[in-house]
Structures are given as structure tokens and as C-alpha cells.
């Protein structure tokens, strides 16, 4: 169908290098900058939240 588009659709977890600290916004306003600079597109961001210590969402392969 011609309006079928065929497309490579990658996620990655930005995360910090200390186990727990929060990530800031502008943290992710810049690393979206840098993938935008690279001339790679992004489509969607979720943030994943941490609640009394606890992820509050499901780890992802291999974490």
C-alpha cells in the first residue's frame, strides 16, 4: 500500500551513572539536542519515575 511506511523503531533508557539520582529535564533536553545534532529522529520520550526509592516502572532486558 503506498501509504505503508517501513521503519527502524530503537529505544534506549537514559539513565545516571549513580543508582537512583534523578535525571533532570534540562539533562534530557540536552541529550535529545545531541540525537537531533546527529541527524537522528525521536519520536516519542516516557519518563520513568522512581516512587519512595522504588522504580516505578519494569526494567528492561539485562537491567
Known amino acids: 500500500l503506498p501509504e505503508t ?3 527502524d523503531h530503537w ?3 537514559f539513565m ?3 543508582d ?3 535525571i533532570s529535564h534540562q539533562q534530557i533536553i540536552e541529550l535529545l ?4 545534532d546527529a541527524g537522528l529522529e525521536f519520536i516519542k ?3 520513568l519515575c522512581t516512587f519512595d526509592g522504588e522504580p516505578g516502572f519494569s ?4 537491567q
Do not use: D
Open 5 to 7: 511506511f517501513c521503519v
Open 11 to 13: 529505544r534506549c533508557r
Open 16 to 18: 545516571s551513572v549513580t
Open 20 to 22: 537512583g539520582a534523578p
Open 33 to 36: 539536542g545531541r540525537v537531533n
Open 45 to 47: 520520550i516516557e519518563n
Open 59 to 62: 526494567l528492561g532486558q539485562g
